[in-house]
């Protein structure tokens, strides 16, 4: 069948979760946001790279009077596992004040949204929430709080949708999780 299955090295990734279902998922997270900050501007924090073609849908899609930034964090490095350790690149952004939407693709450990938020807080923003696609709470290290979250998945790799496997994938258009380990 077509675009069933995704190689990448000797790994087989098999589709998991259509192009059909995350539309569905973004629409429904873009309506909670939409309700919850209908007459209020919001500033959204996208986290790259994985972030960015679901930022780019669930932004439109909500359509808040809001401005954009683009924030870089990276902890898998090259691996299928998360590595703990968490490299941050949060430019000189005037958040005071404001509501904060963190975008993020998947919440694994949580380190990384912990080490944002963590981050975020000495800016003195108004409020800060955070909208993941994806979260694997039995891979949960860190008690971090996800707000807005579309679908909740077990503990395997996923690739697809803006998500890579040594920054392979992310153009796939549905959601693919490895089969052969
Ligand atoms: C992924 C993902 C999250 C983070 C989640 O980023 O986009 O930011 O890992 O893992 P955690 O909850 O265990 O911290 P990655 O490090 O793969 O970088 P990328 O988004 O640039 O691919």
Known sequence: ??????????????KKISSKEISKIVSDLANHLRSD?????????????GAFIFASDLIRAAG??????????????????????VELNIQNIDIENEN???????????????????????LRPKSIVSVCLLSKPAERKVNVDVQYIGKEIPSEFVIGYGLDYKEQGRHLQHLYSIKNK
């Open 37 to 49: 900050y209908a007459d209020e501007e919001v500033v959204y924090l996208v986290v790259l790279k």
């Open 64 to 85: 808040l009077k809001c401005k954009i930034h683009l924030i870089s964090a990276s902890s898998y490095g090259s691996e299928l596992k998360s590595s703990g350790k």
């Open 1 to 14: 069948m077509k675009n069933e299955i995704f190689q990448i090295d000797d790994y087989i990734f098999q």
């Open 100 to 122: 904060i939407i963190i975008i993020e693709d998947i919440v694994d450990s949580g380190r990384t949204l912990k080490a944002i938020i963590d981050a975020l807080q000495g």
